[in-house]
C-alpha cells in the first residue's frame, strides 16, 4: 500500500506540475534573465550588465513601488477592520445566511474586475448614479471622489474584499467556543476576548487573509488605471510602460523583479506556514 | 455566550450591507446599458434598448465572445482534468513530496496575476511563440488550475481511502479503481471545479491582458474602450457578460439538483 501510494501520489502529481512548470516556474526564470540584459534588447542572448536595475533608483521608479506598498499595506488594515465583523458573523453567528453570503460574495468574483470598478465610474462620477440623482433632488451639486489617491485604496478594498473575507471566516471557525466561554466565565471583557483568545487563535486567518490582500493589491493596476486616473503611477504600471511604450524589456523585468522578490518571500514564507491538511479538514 | 439579539441585528445588517456595496456598481453598469443618450448622466431620462440591437448584431462582439468562449472551454477542459490528478497527490495519496506539492500549487495563487501576465508574454517571446488566444488559455491555467484543484481537494479531503482499498483487495486494477470509484466520487467537486474554471476564465481581465496578442476576449475590449474612448457598448456588454455567467451559475445547480433527485428516485 505504502510503495502504491507513493508511486500513485507522485503520478497524479504530473499533469499539474507540468502546466504549473510551462506557465509559471518558465515565465519567471525568463523574467529574470532578462531582467539582468543590457537595456532594450528583445533576445536573451545578449552579455548581462545588471544596468536596468541601477536605473531604478535613479529614475525614480521607488517611488512607484512605495505608492504601491503603501496603498496596499492600507487597503490591507482598513479590509482587516471591514471584514472582521463580518467573518465572526459568518463563522459563528449566522446560520444559513452564511450560505447566503458565501454564495453572493463567490458570484461577484465572477465579474470581471474591470466591469465592476467601472461600474463605481458610473457610480460616482460627476453626474453619475449618486452625484447626479442628488443634484436632481435637491439641486446641489458636489465633486465627484474620482481621481485621487484615497478612490484606489477604496477601489483594492473592493476588488480583494472576498480575499480577506474568506480566509478570515475560516481562521475564526478555528477559534473553539469553549475557549471563549471559559474566558467569558472567568470575567473577561469582551476587549479582552477578542486581543487574548480570538485574535491569536485565528492567526492562521488571519495572517493568509492579510498576505493574500496586500500581496495582490501590490501588484494591481486596474484600480489606478480606472479609478485613480492615474492621479499616482503604481509599479504595475510602471512595468507595464516599459513594456509597451517604452519598448525596455529589460527594465521592464528588473522592475517586476524587484516587485516579484518582494511579493514572493512573503508568499513563500506565508504559504510554507500554512498547514493545509489542518485548514482544509484531513480526516486521517 | 452566544451574542445578544441587537449585536445579532447588526450583524446581520452588516452582512447585507456589505453585498449591497458589492453589487452597488453593477446597479450603475445595468442603468447606463439602458440609457438612450450617447454620453451618460444620471438620473436616466430616456430608456432605451438600441444598445442591445446593436450588440447582437455587431461583428467585433461576436468576435469577442467567441475568443472568450473557446479560451473558457479549453481552460475549463484542462484545469479540470489536472485537477482530477492533482486533488489526488494533494489530499488522498501519502506520497514523499505531498507538503512541497500543496505549496507549490498554493504559489501562483499569491501572484498578482498583471505580473505573471507579462512574465509569460517575455517567456512566449523568447522561445519564438507569437500571442494569440492558445497562449491565453496558458496564462488562464496558471492561476486557474491551482483553484480548480483546490476545489476538487476539498471533496477528496472527504473520501474514505477504505473504499478503494477494498475494491484493490477484491482484485480491482487502477484504471478500474478509477472509474468506478473515485471519479464518481469526486464528481460533485469536478463538476463545482469546471463551473469555477469557465467563470473565472471567462471573467478574466488581468491574465488576457499581455497574452492574447492579436486576438482580444471580452473583458480586454471593455478595458480597451473603458481607458481610451468611451463606447455606450461598455455597460451593454458588460451587462450581457454578467447575465451569462449568472445563468451558467442557476443551469448547472438546476441541472445538479435535476440529477440528485432523479438518482434518488431511482434509488428508492
Excluded at chain 2, 440591437?53 to 468562449?69: G, K, N, P, Q
Excluded at chain 2, 488522498?92 to 500549487?105: A, G, H, L, P, S
Aim: net charge positive; with cysteine; glycine share 6%.
Amino acid at each position: 500500500m505504502e510503495r502504491l501510494d507513493q508511486r500513485l501520489g507522485f503520478l497524479s502529481a504530473i499533469p499539474l506540475a507540468v502546466i504549473l512548470g510551462l506557465s509559471f516556474l518558465a515565465p519567471l526564470v525568463v523574467v529574470a534573465l532578462f531582467s539582468i540584459m543590457p537595456q532594450k534588447v528583445f533576445s536573451l542572448f545578449n552579455t548581462p550588465d545588471f544596468s536596468a536595475y541601477s536605473v531604478f533608483f535613479s529614475q525614480g521608479y521607488y517611488r512607484s513601488l512605495l505608492w504601491s506598498l503603501g496603498m496596499a499595506f492600507a487597503s490591507t488594515l482598513i479590509l482587516f477592520v471591514i471584514c472582521w465583523p463580518l467573518a465572526f458573523g459568518m463563522a459563528k453567528v449566522f446560520r444559513r445566511f452564511t450560505l447566503v453570503i458565501t454564495i453572493f460574495v463567490v458570484m461577484s468574483l465572477f465579474v470581471s474586475e474591470n466591469i465592476r470598478l467601472f461600474g463605481w465610474v458610473l457610480t460616482l462620477m460627476k453626474g453619475g448614479l449618486i452625484e447626479g440623482h442628488f443634484r436632481y433632488y435637491t439641486g446641489i451639486g458636489f465633486d465627484s471622489p474620482l481621481y485621487n489617491t484615497g478612490i484606489i485604496v477604496f477601489g483594492l478594498i473592493y476588488v480583494y474584499l472576498p480575499f480577506m473575507l474568506f480566509p478570515l471566516a475560516q481562521g475564526i471557525a478555528m477559534v473553539p467556543d469553549d475557549a471563549r466561554q471559559a474566558a467569558a466565565d472567568l470575567g473577561a471583557s469582551r476587549w479582552q476576548i477578542l486581543t487574548q483568545i480570538e485574535l491569536p487563535l485565528a492567526a492562521p486567518g488571519i495572517m493568509v487573509g492579510s498576505l493574500l490582500s496586500f500581496v495582490l493589491a501590490a501588484g494591481a493596476l486596474a484600480e489606478s488605471k480606472l479609478l485613480g486616473g492615474q492621479a499616482v503611477i503604481v509599479i504595475a504600471d510602471d512595468i507595464e510602460t516599459a513594456f509597451t511604450f517604452g519598448q525596455n524589456w529589460p527594465l521592464g523585468a528588473s522592475l517586476a523583479m524587484i516587485l516579484i522578490l518582494i511579493i514572493g518571500s512573503l508568499a513563500i514564507f506565508g504559504v510554507s506556514r500554512i498547514d493545509l491538511d489542518a485548514i482544509m479538514g484531513r480526516k486521517r | 455566550m452566544s451574542p445578544s439579539r441587537s449585536t445579532r441585528f447588526v450583524l446581520y445588517f452588516y452582512g447585507v450591507l456589505v453585498i449591497f456595496f458589492l453589487y452597488l456598481p453593477l446597479v450603475s453598469v445595468g442603468f447606463a446599458s439602458v440609457s438612450k443618450a450617447r454620453y451618460l448622466t444620471f438620473p436616466i431620462r430616456r430608456y432605451s434598448t438600441q444598445w442591445y440591437a446593436d450588440a447582437f448584431v455587431s461583428e467585433t462582439v461576436r468576435d469577442l465572445l467567441t475568443t472568450s468562449l473557446k479560451v473558457a472551454v479549453v481552460v475549463t477542459i484542462i484545469s479540470v482534468i489536472s485537477a482530477f490528478f492533482g486533488a489526488l497527490a494533494f489530499a488522498r495519496y501519502n506520497w514523499r513530496f505531498r507538503r512541497t506539492f500543496q505549496k507549490i500549487i498554493l504559489l501562483p495563487i499569491f501572484f498578482p496575476q498583471t505580473v505573471l501576465g507579462l512574465a509569460l508574454l517575455m517567456w512566449f517571446n523568447s522561445i519564438g511563440i507569437i500571442p494569440t488566444w492558445k497562449t491565453a488559455v496558458v496564462a488562464h491555467l496558471v492561476w486557474i488550475a491551482p483553484i480548480a484543484t483546490l476545489i476538487v481537494a476539498i471533496r477528496a479531503y472527504s473520501f474514505d481511502p477504505a473504499l478503494e482499498e477494498a475494491a484493490r483487495d477484491m482484485g480491482a486494477s487502477t484504471a478500474t479503481i478509477f472509474k468506478e470509484i473515485t471519479l464518481p466520487l469526486l464528481m460533485p467537486g469536478l463538476v463545482s471545479a469546471g463551473l469555477f474554471a469557465f467563470l473565472l476564465s471567462w471573467g478574466n481581465f488581468p491574465l488576457s491582458l499581455f497574452t492574447t496578442g492579436a486576438d482580444s476576449t471580452l473583458p480586454e475590449w471593455l478595458y480597451a474602450k473603458m481607458v481610451s474612448g468611451y463606447s455606450p457598448l461598455v455597460p451593454t456588454l458588460g451587462v450581457m457578460s454578467v447575465v451569462g455567467s449568472f445563468l451558467l451559475i442557476v443551469i448547472a445547480i438546476s441541472l445538479m439538483w435535476l440529477f440528485r433527485s432523479i438518482r434518488e428516485s431511482r434509488a428508492s
